[in-house]
């Protein structure tokens, strides 16, 4: 017969709960790591699991530095360097993976939870959001099991009961937590996370056909609006990025100012009509300059509770002094009539219409074809645009998110791309819309350029705040017109209008059975995401975003003025102060306490007052009891007088009678219960009795020793 296979051991036990917290951590970063990171990690917990479950032997030493060696080894080779972002982060998870495989005393157990901690910290340099910390919390909660357990190496304690313990100490330490979290001083860049731990998504400063219809793809938060007053329409939420001048047959850049060039440090004047826009945005990290802001916002500044931008407006354009690595707030007026670049001389005006030589040819032969016709010729560049749109509309051109850029491979590169789009395909998305159109123009002679960023907004009905989603990422085209300056046109609109009246955002093309199945769009399913949304968007605002002007502001409110640091530091030291305070008080009242008899304090005054009359004291605890003071009354030698015999024997009566009054039945003749406090009443012409034959007989000796002497 088998034997009965035996419980799993109280370390194994453990063991197991450690590997399952550690798991748990390291599974956010399973699709950062290199995949011979997570397989090496993912292999050495399940040993010791299995080592844990059966009570094997560790590995040799030996084993370990040469799975080390190697693990170093691999992390040079990936990321060329040991030291940064993602190489520290893959030797954090393969060491902790290796340190469980000598996991076997406290200190190790120190060690490894020590390495989860880390690892905890380095997950928020990927990612901040709630489902993130929520997920952590488990982890720190996790972990703080394992501490507890590691504390207690007698017995066999329950993996709840520790747990409680463990979820109780979390929960004690949440407010010292929020104290913290609130006038810990924000100090320069030690509060903020490195640069390259945001992630990068946004507009560039150049465009390569196929660039925005990648970003439209992208479904995440650009930025978040709140309307003052009544919101601009759809077609009117175009938020200006980079305006892109140069174009050398491939790419469009922004244009530079060459050497020995006067640089621009006025901005342009612009001509306004109407009310004025006023809007709050908030603007996730775009790790660029400039700003994409609605057209035309004329006046930006930050809010009290942030810290100052270094903004400056070039055009319609605003920029930072500083690429954008975190995420802002700002206020700004915007105005939807306007007019700019009235005023440019013909020399500048030379810059938008230059084309590279040699690059498609077929599209600049039609354009200056259609150019010469008759009807043409003298046209205004308006009656020139608006031919291009009659063409566009006219020769059913198709929107699409997938033109089929990538159908030449990179070694037969098609050079001549808006020949092909314009001519020959007749499909495509904004960017070759607003690229050839801008071309057409040049080869006709008309100042033109491409303007990049986003187009539309929708509505969260939960916060009442406009989305702009990466996904609204667009381009359109200028063109210039005498005695107005630069009018937008875009050509998107001529051919899919939906495109700049919408307001939710593009879905990416579906393919196999996911495009065979009608889009799952249900009501509460927006509804839902609205929700998320809308809450992520108040987890960012209050607590990603809280800064030192936000901490100033609180404490303002508070009555304390904080004016640098170290306000905010002394407000820190009073509040944790008052904490330790408030704990050392609570403490004190649920500290234990020993129940004490009523009868505590009429022994002590019989005590003291026989002490004080010289008997010496029973041995023993004081104070003594009555029937013990009474035994050492009667085993005294005799008395110098009869008085002194007297008292002794009224004392030891009275002694005799409190302790039956204390130890007595507890009911009186009629079968009533009996109080304490009848008994105390009852026993305090006993001990003033005790009291005074205690001074009487100090009286009396005084006196038999004032005679003999």
């Given at each position: 017969m088998r034997a009965p296979r035996l419980a799993i051991s109280r370390e194994g036990r453990d063991t197991l709960w450690l590997l399952a917290t550690l798991a748990l951590i390291m599974a956010p970063h399973a699709a950062r790591l290199p995949l011979w990171c997570s397989a090496g990690a993912t292999l050495a917990m399940l040993w010791r699991a299995h080592m844990a479950w059966r009570d094997g032997r560790l590995p040799p030493r030996w084993v370990l530095l040469a799975a080390l060696a190697v693990c170093v080894g691999l992390t040079l080779m990936t990321h060329r360097a040991l030291f940064g972002r993602e190489a520290g982060v893959t030797l954090v998870v393969v060491l902790t993976g290796l340190k469980t495989l000598e996991l076997r005393a406290r200190r190790d157990a120190f060690v490894v939870t020590s390495l989860g901690f880390f690892l905890i910290l380095t997950q928020f340099l990927y990612s901040q959001s709630i489902v993130l910390a929520v997920l952590m919390a488990l982890a720190v909660w996790g972990l703080m099991t394992s501490l507890v357990l590691a504390q207690r190496p007698l017995g066999r304690p329950s993996l709840l009961a520790v747990s409680r313990e463990a979820g109780r100490t979390l929960v004690w330490g949440a407010p010292l937590m929020?104290?913290?979290?609130?006038?810990?001083?924000?100090?320069?860049?030690?509060?903020?996370?490195?640069?390259?731990?945001?992630?990068?998504?946004?507009?560039?400063?150049?465009?390569?056909?196929?660039?925005?219809?990648?970003?439209?793809?992208?479904?995440?938060?650009?930025?978040?609006?709140?309307?003052?007053g009544p919101p601009p329409a759809p077609s009117e939420m175009y938020f200006r990025g980079p305006v892109l001048d140069d174009f050398d047959g491939k790419t469009w850049r922004t244009r530079r100012v060459r050497r020995g060039e006067p640089e621009d440090t006025e901005p342009a004047p612009i001509e306004t009509r109407g009310p004025a826009i006023r809007y709050q945005l908030t603007m996730e990290a775009t790790h660029a300059r400039i700003l994409p802001l609605l057209e035309a916002t004329l006046k930006v500044q930050t809010p009290a509770q942030q810290a100052a931008l270094r903004l400056q407006r070039q055009g319609l354009a605003w920029t930072m002094g500083a690429p954008l690595h975190e995420r802002i707030q700002l206020d700004a007026q915007a105005w939807t009539h306007f007019r700019h670049g009235v005023n440019h001389t013909p020399s500048e005006l030379a810059t938008w219409v230059q084309l590279p030589q040699g690059y498609n040819p077929r599209t600049i032969a039609w354009a200056q074809n259609m150019h010469r016709d008759p009807a043409l010729a003298q046209a205004s560049p308006r009656q020139l645009v608006q031919a291009v749109l009659a063409h566009i509309r006219r020769e059913n051109y198709s929107y699409t998110l997938a033109p089929g850029d990538d159908e030449t491979s990179p070694n037969q590169a098609q050079p001549h791309q808006v020949d092909r789009f314009w001519l020959d395909r007749r499909a495509g998305f904004c960017e070759h819309f607003a690229?050839?159109?801008?071309?057409?123009?040049?080869?006709?002679?008309?100042?033109?350029?491409?303007?990049?960023?986003?187009?539309?907004?929708?509505?969260?009905?939960?916060?009442?705040?406009?989305?702009v989603r990466n996904s609204h990422a667009h381009a359109w085209a200028e063109y210039w017109q005498a005695g107005e300056g630069w009018v937008r046109a875009d050509p998107t609109a001529a051919v899919a209008p939906e495109r700049i009246d919408r307001s939710r955002p593009l879905a990416a093309p579906r393919t196999g059975l996911a495009g065979a199945l009608p889009e799952f769009d249900s009501p509460v399913w927006r509804q839902g995401k609205a929700f998320w949304e809308a809450t992520n968007h108040r987890w960012n605002v209050w607590v990603l975003q809280y800064s030192r002007g936000r901490q100033q502001q609180l404490l303002g409110k508070l009555g304390w003025d904080a004016n640098d640091w170290t306000d905010v530091a002394r407000a820190l030291t009073i509040a944790l102060s008052g904490i330790a305070l408030a704990g050392v008080g609570w403490l004190w009242l649920t500290r234990e306490r020993l129940h004490q008899s009523p009868w505590l304090r009429p022994l002590w005054s019989v005590h003291r007052a026989l002490v004080k009359a010289g008997f010496p004291p029973p041995d023993g605890q004081a104070p003594a009891y009555a029937l013990s003071w009474a035994r050492v009354l009667q085993n005294m030698g005799p008395a110098a007088d009869e008085r002194q015999a007297t008292l002794v024997r009224q004392t030891v009566s009275a002694l005799q009678a409190l302790d039956a009054l204390r130890y007595g039945p507890s009911q009186d003749a009629t079968g009533q219960s009996i109080k304490p406090r009848q008994l105390l009443a009852l026993a305090k012409p006993l001990i003033r009795s005790i009291e005074d034959n205690a001074r009487q007989w100090r009286v009396q000796r005084a006196k038999v020793r004032h005679r003999a002497h």
């Open positions: 929020l104290v913290l979290f609130l006038l810990f001083p924000r100090i320069g860049p030690l509060w903020a996370l490195p640069s390259d731990a945001q992630a990068r998504s946004g507009l560039s400063d150049s465009l390569t056909l196929g660039n925005v219809a990648e970003l439209a793809l992208d479904d995440s938060i650009a930025m978040h609006l709140r309307f003052e690229s050839s159109f801008v071309v057409v123009m040049r080869a006709m002679g008309v100042p033109s350029r491409v303007v990049t960023g986003y187009q539309g907004a929708e509505l969260n009905s939960v916060n009442g705040l406009y989305i």
